[in-house]
């Protein structure tokens, strides 16, 4: 195999390690990157090297940005006295694309999950109970996923910050918009039943 096949084998196998990319599908987008080398690959892999060097994790709320201090955390019109607590960065950038949140974000770094061992140490909890007497934070919006390891982790915080007089909601579960009871599973509708409200 010459160095220049083995090159591109290489690069197949570390595309192949992103999530939502097998082996086949890494392969096209190489071969595809390959033929569009001047429209793709090369700015493609100047972006990468830069990001490599620039990125780097907010020291306050754990977002990716350029900064030591990101953007959001930076921003005086965010300190509402609103902290919405998320499991990973990007549920933190779903958030920021409904554009309906204001106030400022909290990554945990996962979930508590006794088969994974993520215990409260791996997580970034003791940070949050230090930055609600910092931030002056009247609300924590709890907006983990509703899994088994997402609620105990709610269920885990709740408990963790009972006592230090701020509000703890969490987002609502149930039906979607334009969703259609025969296409949901059988939690939706269970949660959406229990949550239901005045019509």
């Known amino acids: 195999m010459s160095d220049a096949t083995h090159d591109i084998e290489n690069l197949i196998a ?9 082996p086949r599908s890494a392969r096209r987008a190489v071969l595809h990157m390959i033929k569009k080398r001047a429209l793709l690959m090369t700015p493609l892999a100047d972006v990468l090297s830069e990001v490599a060097v620039t990125a780097r994790e907010c020291l306050n709320c754990g977002n990716i940005g350029t900064t030591d ?7 005086e019109k965010r300190a509402s006295g609103q902290i919405c607590v998320v499991e990973d960065v ?9 554009q309906v949140f204001q106030g400022r974000y909290h990554v945990l770094g996962g979930t508590l999950s006794a088969l994974d061992a993520v215990g409260p140490d791996e997580l970034r909890i003791p940070k949050l109970r230090g ?6 934070i009247t609300e924590v919006i709890l907006a983990l996923n509703a899994t088994v390891d997402g609620q105990t982790t709610a269920h885990y915080i709740a408990d963790e910050l009972e006592g230090l007089g701020v509000s703890i ?9 334009g969703g259609e009871l025969d296409y949901l599973d059988d939690g939706t509708i269970s949660a959406a039943l229990n949550a239901r409200k005045t019509f």
């Open 90 to 98: 990007a549920d933190l950038w779903a958030m920021e694309r409904a």
């Open 69 to 75: 201090i990101c953007e959001i955390c930076a921003a």
């Open 14 to 22: 570390l595309m192949a390690k992103l999530p939502g990319l097998g």
């Open 131 to 136: 930055r609600i007497a910092a931030e002056n």
């Open 169 to 177: 909601t969490t987002l609502a579960q149930g039906v979607p918009i």
